[in-house]
């Protein structure tokens, strides 16, 4: 996801009205203002944990390695299990893998994998993590973790017994195991193909799923990790962010993802409910496509840049929920500059930037949707900042169940978001010239340059460095704007035990096999 976590300002009491008659219907659709029917036989409506996200729509698929937004990786992360995990500060611990380690060219790497077994009994093996790898590398497939796992020479790797394994890089990376936590990497059965009636290694195996619906999971008793304590998971769509909190409020979910900036001050004075706040977890970006103009002039980038109000945005657009941000991915993560100048508004600058440029006037359009509840106030509000120094911005709204996939291809500049990723790994998928998730269209041999020297140094220091210079190249050329830092909140009902705030993407974000209900 790219996936989301945002604020938005308070809605007036016609939109909240609004927003909570669609919810009604969204929330209908799931079975949960009917009741709930399925089996209970592993103890019961009382032992059911029921967590709201937004849906993908009708294209949705249990797929792991095509996990784009929140809620698949939630379903993902409770059918299957992955080598490795990110910790809070993206570090990474051993998840299916016991162990890794690289020889001294850091070109190889073997990898000795625990004693686990898949829900219909088979164990966990090599070829099933060298197919789940050479797979999720495929393009064709669609991982976000594909560029990373493109690295592998899948013709020189191999399995070398049934728990161990030898993987060879195609170029010295002694950053690589951040690719065995990453989104989309998760271990499937060899051979795997249909994902109707998944099989995984994960907490729970599958009962039933709806694209666009409800997706049912029970206890699996022998997961290597300690069997959940629940015995059923529903995850349930709502895609508004009104009928999450709702649908909370009223005691018809357990766990509501993505709260926005009004239901948060809501929430707070609830004694039923709790708030899981992950502070400056998610980049709120502004995805200005390089490769097409206008925005192939970089005076255009540099006069957004400095045309926008980032303490507005965050204050009206975040309601607070946030902290302005530089342009940068990564705010307090290991690679980020920690010596950079705040971008400051400097409207008189901008403007003659424009004026340079041969742009006054220009009529740029800006893509948007409901996905994030702060984009359209965003939007609205930058639209206000831009006028002031001579761009005329409009917003085209589309379909949140079609967002992402739409904006690889269309527009010129996009609304997008980003959870917590290791910087290196974020800026190789992200922002390395070609890299099928680089929607600036960004290209520098300069910055790639960079990023290959950070990854084949053993030196942590120099490592850190290049990153950093990497960074700030990237910061003025790449047409990506990091605007904020949004605060990531999720809200549980206070019976609800077991869950803390972490950051997205982490491992004890969305850890409902360690959920306990009083």
């Given amino acids: 996801m790219t996936t989301t976590h945002a604020q938005s300002p308070k809605a007036g009491p016609g939109r909240r009205g609004v927003l909570a008659a669609s919810g009604a219907l969204a929330l209908a659709g799931t079975g949960l203002l009917t009741g709930c029917g399925g089996d209970t036989r592993d103890g019961g409506d009382g032992d059911r944990f029921r967590a709201a996200f937004t849906s993908g729509g009708s ?65 966990v093996t090599a070829r099933d993590v060298l197919y789940s790898y050479r797979r999720a590398a495929d393009p064709a497939t669609g991982s976000p973790s594909q560029v990373l796992l493109s690295a592998i020479d899948f013709g020189a790797s191999r399995a070398d017994g049934d728990r161990s394994l030898v993987l060879v890089l195609k170029a010295p990376n002694f950053e690589f195991p951040t690719v065995f936590a990453g989104p989309g990497t998760e271990i499937v059965p060899d051979g795997t193909t249909d994902f109707r009636k998944p099989v995984g290694s994960g907490p729970f195996t599958f009962v039933s799923f709806t694209p666009g619906g409800t997706a049912r999971y029970r206890r699996w008793a022998d997961h290597w990790d300690g069997a959940p304590h629940i015995a059923e998971l529903e995850i349930v769509p709502a895609d508004e962010e009104s009928a999450r909190l709702n649908a909370l ?60 109000d980032r303490a507005a945005l965050v204050r009206i657009a975040l309601a607070g929920h946030g902290r302005a941000g530089d342009d940068l991915f990564g705010m307090g993560l290991s690679g980020y500059p920690d010596d950079l100048e705040p971008r400051e508004r400097d409207v008189d600058r901008a403007r003659a930037l424009v004026k340079e440029a041969g742009a006054e006037g220009l009529r740029v359009t800006v893509e948007t949707s409901s996905v994030d509840a702060a984009w359209e106030p965003a939007a609205d509000l930058m639209a206000r900042q831009l006028r002031e120094v001579g761009l005329r911005l409009s917003v085209n709204t589309r379909a949140s169940s079609t967002y992402f996939s739409e904006i690889k291809t269309k527009g010129v500049a996009a609304f997008n978001t980003t959870s917590t990723l290791p910087v290196s790994d974020f800026l190789q998928q992200r922002v390395r010239g070609g890299a099928a998730r680089n929607q600036t269209q960004y290209a520098s041999r300069t910055f790639d340059a960079l990023l290959d020297r950070a990854r084949t140094s053993r030196d942590e220091k120099e490592r850190l460095g290049l990153l950093a210079r990497a960074q700030k190249l990237a910061r003025d050329e790449s047409g990506l704007l990091v605007w904020a830092f949004s605060d990531a909140n999720d809200a549980i009902a206070s019976s609800v035990r077991g869950l803390r705030a972490a950051p997205p993407n982490s491992h004890d974000w969305a850890r409902f096999d360690r959920v306990r209900l009083s």
């Fill in 59 to 123: 294209q949705e698929t249990l797929d792991p390695h095509v996990a784009p937004n929140f809620v698949d990786q939630a379903r993902a992360k409770a059918l299957y299990d992955t080598l490795g995990t990110y910790a809070d500060d993206m570090s990474v611990r051993e998840r299916l893998a016991e162990s890794w380690e690289s020889d001294a060219s850091g070109t190889r790497w073997r990898i000795r994998l625990r004693a686990a077994r898949f829900h219909d009994g088979g164990p």
């Fill in 249 to 308: 409020l009223s005691g018809q979910v357990h766990y509501g993802a993505d709260m926005a900036g009004a239901s948060v001050e809501r929430l707070k004075g609830n004694s039923g409910t709790r708030l899981l706040t992950a502070e400056r977890a998610t980049a709120q970006q502004l995805l200005l496509r390089t490769g097409r103009a206008p925005f192939s002039d970089p005076r255009l980038i540099r006069a957004v840049q400095l045309g926008i």
